[in-house]
């Protein structure tokens, strides 16, 4: 079975301040990555994914991603950060060929931006 | 509707009832997935549903929890003799198809909390 791990649980950055989310997942085989968000009192949203081509992705908001196949990791990034950045942020993986793609998540990281 | 919907939004039982949870899906969507989030922890696939076929129930945590859907539908997540490790979000999500990835977008969420 699949994993997903999220390196920090906390981040706390100041407005402007650079962005970069660990991700990194434990399958064989190949997979497709997800990125979702969750804004205070607001559902979860996707915010990028991969599924084939170009390894690094861009998303909403600013937002990219680099599949780095070799590492297992998919991270993500964003070169400044804003206050209304500040949300939970959940790192998701499903097999590319498990038929229907449930996803197996990661714990997610809070991410706190100070104005 | 424009997006996946649930309710309640928020649900207060006592240890040993019954509750019964429901998600509208996104019209046209044939895929629909229920999953929980515990406390400090990533999103658990609960079940899954495509369809008229039989809904894969491998993530149910244990036979007090049961989930029906009816065609492509109205799904309802049904929890007996609820314990207080039952609380938690319960998420429902659905997507366009299946058998090739599809983004899932996600509803709201109920919180269920167990006295």
């Known amino acids: 079975a699949q994993s997903v791990s999220q390196h920090n649980h906390h981040v706390i950055l100041s407005e402007a301040a650079s962005l970069e989310l660990g991700c990194n997942y434990s399958?064989?085989?190949?997979?497709?990555l997800f990125w979702y968000v969750q804004y205070p009192g607001q559902h979860l949203q996707l915010l990028l994914k991969y599924f084939s081509g170009d390894p690094l992705v861009k998303g909403i908001k600013g937002f990219e991603a680099e599949f780095i196949k070799s590492k297992f990791s998919f991270n993500l990034r964003k070169p400044s950060v804003q206050w209304s950045d500040t949300a939970e942020y959940f790192c998701a993986v499903t097999p590319m060929n498990s038929g229907y793609s449930t996803l197996t998540f990661g714990k997610g990281t809070m991410l706190l931006v100070s104005p | 509707g424009a997006g996946v919907s649930q309710s309640p939004s928020n649900k207060v039982t006592e240890k040993g009832k019954d509750v019964e949870l429901r998600c509208d899906p996104i019209s046209g969507h044939t895929a629909l997935y229920w999953y929980r989030q515990r406390l400090g922890q990533g999103l658990e696939f609960l079940i899954y549903f495509q369809g008229n076929s039989a809904p894969d129930k491998s993530g149910l945590p244990s036979d007090r929890f049961s989930a029906e859907r009816t065609g492509e539908s109205v799904s309802t997540l049904t929890i007996q003799r609820t314990q207080q490790e039952d609380s938690a979000v319960y998420l429902c999500?659905?997507?366009?198809?299946?058998?090739?990835?599809?983004?899932?977008?996600f509803g709201p969420g109920t919180r269920l909390l167990v006295l």
């Open positions: 999500a659905s997507s366009q198809t299946s058998g090739v990835v599809e983004t899932q977008y």
């Open positions: 399958y064989g085989g190949t997979v497709n």
